[in-house]
């Protein structure tokens, strides 16, 4: 497996020989010149390239019913990625925890409007719909306590499988191209109850955080088993896409063991960029921040940009999806067109 540091001086190389950072000497062999370099580029990310738009709006649930693999970590990270990098993003926290929404400095005490009030109640997306601290690209939909008895209360509800879908696709049916965004994030809980199961039959595609330690690999098998499930009976077109390795430990050979064993079962499907054992990724939350805004310049936050970076390139050649035969049926969030202006977002607060 290759070493993440190794990655990241090919990384700082390849970007001192681009227009951006053609001053800097060509020489990175001290870590804290890496450090402060990583550092510029992601404060100063609205002033370089943009990652290339998708090649259709992408509905992507983050799923994994063990917890602490970095569900919401990685949501949450990779959302800010976009956002900085020029991608309007929309992070729905879809954990009753709230953990996504703390993240991104986003109120989510008792009586916030939440996605509890789009799933249950008669709200909009766009009503619960709440800006970021992070960047004006980015978007969250909060999540509430009270969403912790939304699997009871969605029980006797009509097509409870598909609330959620609906609601997204309403909401960004409804906005004007350049303002939909590009990337729509689920934050699941780590269940496999209904709530994730509105975020699979919501979602084109899955993200699977898998943390670089055997346990992670345990139950696996049983989320694979219920996507399918779901591909057979409600949404034909969720498929896993992407495959992320968290927690790495380079200390250890188990970490390599386990990075080598989900690479040749998934191929592919697993990101070259692998997210490190990080003190810096754990202490962001307590500051209502993300890693790249806490401290853009350690090894979490690089790592985060370089995933995004690789998810974006990866979303480039994807085809829209088709919209229902005969005009019948909400038209799927895939097969929306967007504006490819920079524009960012605008809530109903700020308008």
Known sequence: ????????????????????????????????????????????????????????????????????VGKTTSTVNLGVALALYGLRTLVIDLDPQGNASTALGVAHSVGTPSIYDALVGDSTLSEVVHPTTASPNLLCVPATIDLAGAEIELVSVVAREHRLRRAIEAYVAALPRERRPHYVLIDCPPSLGLLTLNALVAGDEVLIPIQCEYYALEGLGQLLNNIDLVRQHLNPGIAVRTILLTMYDGRTKLADQVADEVRNHFGDLVLGAVIPRNVRVSEAPGYGQSVLTYDPGSRGSTSYVE?????????????????PAGGTGATPVGALAFGETAEPFRTQESQ
Do not use: C, Y
């Open 1 to 68: 497996m290759t070493d993440p540091g190794e990655r990241l001086r090919s990384s700082l190389a390849a970007d001192s020989s681009s227009a951006s950072f053609s001053a800097v000497p060509a020489d990175f062999d001290s870590p804290i010149a890496m450090e402060a370099l990583r550092a510029t580029r992601v404060l100063h990310a609205a002033h370089q390239e943009p990652f290339p738009a998708p090649g259709r709006i992408r509905v992507i649930t983050v799923a994994n019913q063990k917890g602490g």
């Open 307 to 323: 995933a995004a970076r690789e998810l974006a390139r990866r979303g480039v050649d994807l085809p829209p999806l088709d919209a």
